[in-house]
């Protein structure tokens, strides 16, 4: 009995050192947007843009186009189209300017101008920022779900006895924060499967490692487990998978994540929104044909050992795929985010920035093992 608190107070440790990230990368201000940080205080930076709006501006650094972005958490191709230098390929400069506050969006944060950039919403938030009146729109897909590599995974301690997603009924369940890929998915399947969502319990757990230490604690029942957490605590041997995300709908779809900018950078700033969907489309591709590489690269960009982090496989169509959005409006306005007719599915997305094909240099591109960026600010 001894050896096995023992053993659980190491997993423990091992899921609070990765939930430490949230706070190495946290900002003490939601304020992260300062000049300083942006690059408009350097001589070197120079005002690209006539609008009369000043957060409306893009800054040039060394001839590139200095877009602000929060630093990363989980695995994201954003950090792989950086660290790889197809940002700077594509005329960029990516700068970090802190974390995402907790409780807020990165499209608030893009209508406050703070950032200028949503790297790792899926096409749900896009609406539901649209529905809000802020102008972002999806420009390029990024991550699908797999079953080999599912975008969520649902786990309980070892002996629960909960068997599988069908015995959830009266469950209480850690969440990162309600969303369609956070309370979402399970209230459509409670409701898919003949079970009452209301029975459902919810607690909101933002930290992560959160979920995952308080299901050993005996706290809930059931964890929604995301990259790098699911990886690390399904290694422990302490948990048990229940179901994933691929179970619930076995469509890539259900992965889909949506990769942003604001409209006016889109409408302004033409060959910078060109940039970033050919990043993006490069930094999918070397993804999926390097996944060790990748999830090395993240790892030892977010501090974790390497194999911490579970790769997620990338969309590899250069377009965005509008039947995957159909999936996505489908599930939420099941389960009430919004009304049918409130907004259509074309309006969060464009197909018109169809991104070049990769280099072929890209086919023997290795990672050096190097951390090049400084995601500090």
Partial sequence: MKNNQLKRNRIIAAILAASLLLVQFGC??????????SGTSSSASSTASTDTDPSHQLTQEDGLYVLRAFKPT?????TIADELGFFEDAGIKIDYVGSLPSGVTDYQMIQQGEIDVS?????????????????VTMIAPGMVDNENNPHVTYLVDKDSDIQSLKDIAGATIGIAGTGVCTDGYLKYYALENGI????????????????????????????????????IAEATGEYRVIGTTWDIFQNP??????????????????????????????????SNANPTEASNLVAAVLGLDSGDVKVLVQDSDKNIEPSYIDLWFQIAEQI??????????????????????????????????????????
């Fill in 253 to 286: 779809a259900a992965g889909l994540g949506a990769r942003c900018l604001p409209d006016w950078i889109i409408e302004d700033y033409p060959q910078v929104a060109q940039g970033f969907v050919d990043a993006m489309y490069r930094a999918r591709q070397w």
């Fill in 119 to 135: 790297y790792s919403g899926h096409p749900a938030g896009v609406a539901q920022a649209r529905l809000a009146g802020i102008q």
């Fill in 196 to 231: 009452d969502p209301d029975s459902l319990t919810f607690v909101n757990m933002p930290t992560g490692g959160q979920p995952e230490q308080s299901v050993l604690q005996g706290l809930i029942d059931v964890t929604d487990s995301h990259t790098p957490y699911a990886g």
């Fill in 74 to 78: 989980t695995f994201m191709e954003f």
């Fill in 28 to 37: 003490t201000s939601s304020s992260t947007g300062d000049a300083s940080s």
């Fill in 336 to 377: 009430g985010l919004w009304e049918d007719g409130d907004i259509n599915p074309s309006d969060i997305y464009t197909n018109a920035f169809v991104p070049a094909d990769a280099p072929a240099s890209d086919e023997t591109l290795h990672w050096d093992g190097t951390v090049h960026n400084d995601y500090d600010g």
